[in-house]
């Protein structure tokens, strides 16, 4: 009988998957950046200056975020209600290795496109 492995455990045992898996999505790097360019962001904000993101999407991004400890979400009394998102000390100790990966992305991007063109997929054997 097979054991199936739930993705809890896989994240409990692999800190580097776990991690890296939200880190590796579309948009939290770049919900990321955004904030660190900012002392703190409201939402509309936020969205505006990333631009292509939909409401629906940043508001999951930033729970997930602030899920992680990574961005903090503070809700202000104020009529109309006011939330604004900033860094955490655990996301502002992410930018540092976030820029080394974002900075070799930029010095690589046109040989990674010249790869993706150049190759040529092994040939596709069909079942009989």
């Not at 360019?37 to 409201?42: N, P």
């Not at 400890?69 to 109309?80: D, E, I, Y």
Request: charged share 25%; proline share 5%; hydrophobic share 40%.
């Amino acid at each position: 009988m097979a054991v199936h492995k739930s993705k809890v455990d896989w994240a409990e045992r692999c800190p580097i998957r776990d991690v890296l898996e939200r880190m590796g999505d579309r948009w939290s790097m770049l919900v990321l950046f955004t904030l660190s360019e900012h002392q703190s962001l409201r939402f509309s904000v936020l969205k505006t200056t990333i631009g292509d993101i939909s409401q629906r999407m940043l508001s999951q991004t930033l729970r997930r975020l602030e899920q992680d400890g990574l961005v903090l979400r503070t809700a202000h009394a104020t009529v109309p209600p006011r939330v604004d998102y900033e860094l955490t000390t655990l996301g502002q100790s992410f930018l540092l290795p976030m820029r080394q990966l974002l900075h070799w992305a930029e010095q690589n991007h046109q040989q990674v496109r010249d790869a993706r063109a150049a190759y040529v997929p092994p040939p596709r054997h069909e079942a009989l």
